[in-house]
Structures are given as C-alpha cells and as structure tokens.
C-alpha cells in the first residue's frame, strides 16, 4: 500500500463525497482501517459518473502498490533521529525550485534591491 498515495486521492474524496452523499469521511481513517475504507470506496464506486468512481479506481490502484521506501519506515514504528520530518508534513524549509516562477521571481527581487527601483519612470515601464 503506498500510504502516502492513499492519503492524497483519500483527502481529494473528502469534499465531492460530503457534497454529493451529505456524509463527511476521514481520510485518515480511510488510511488506518480497511473496513471503513472499503465502505467508502463502495458508495463511490456507485457513481461512476462522478469524480468519486474516477477517485476511488485511483484509491485500489494505490492499495496495490507497493509501499514506498518511506511510508515502510512509517508503517514499521522506526523512530526518527531528531530534526528529520516525523510530522508527516513534509520538511520546514521550501525545496529549491528551478521553475520559470522561481527565476522571475527572483529577478524582480535582484530589481527591487537596485538603487532606482522606485524612480517614477520605471512605473510607466521606462528604466530611465
């Protein structure tokens, strides 16, 4: 089971499923306890012309997969050394991103560091 996987599609249900049946899941039960979760999938599966049917095929094939080399230490009670993400949130400092957003975002901070930055004409899109 890739644990991490089945939490994803499990918190993506939680919505259409309130919306569409009235009745609020828990994704984190949905993870812990098979029964519960095969109940769930069932009402899904019951409207294929929904987004539930399509998230519910997404649920089974991440129930077949093999677990991944972290969820194992997860599944297994190993315990963490201190200051690595036991939170299951993910780690406190943003990764570093080579996007286009990175780079331009990066370029309009080089520009607000230069000494004319607030000059007038750069707001009508002259740098003179």
């Known amino acids: 089971m890739n644990l ?6 499990a918190e993506r249900l939680q919505l259409p499923f309130e919306q569409q049946t009235g009745i609020a899941i828990d994704p984190q039960r949905m993870v ?36 991944s080399a972290t969820d ?5 009670g190993d315990t963490t050394s201190f200051g690595t993400d036991s939170t299951g ?19 309009a901070r080089a520009a607000r560091q230069s000494p004319n930055w607030m000059a007038p004409g750069r707001w009508l899109g002259s740098d003179s």
């Open 72 to 76: 194992g230490a997860t599944q297994a």
């Open 89 to 107: 949130f993910g780690t406190t400092r943003p990764q570093p991103s080579n996007s286009a957003f990175e780079a331009a975002r990066k370029a």
């Open 32 to 67: 812990s306890d098979g029964e519960y979760a095969l109940d769930v999938l069932t009402v899904c599966e019951a409207r294929p012309e929904s987004i539930l049917g399509e998230l519910a095929q997404h649920f089974r094939l991440a129930l077949a997969e093999p677990a």
């Open 4 to 9: 991490r996987r089945c939490l994803r599609i």
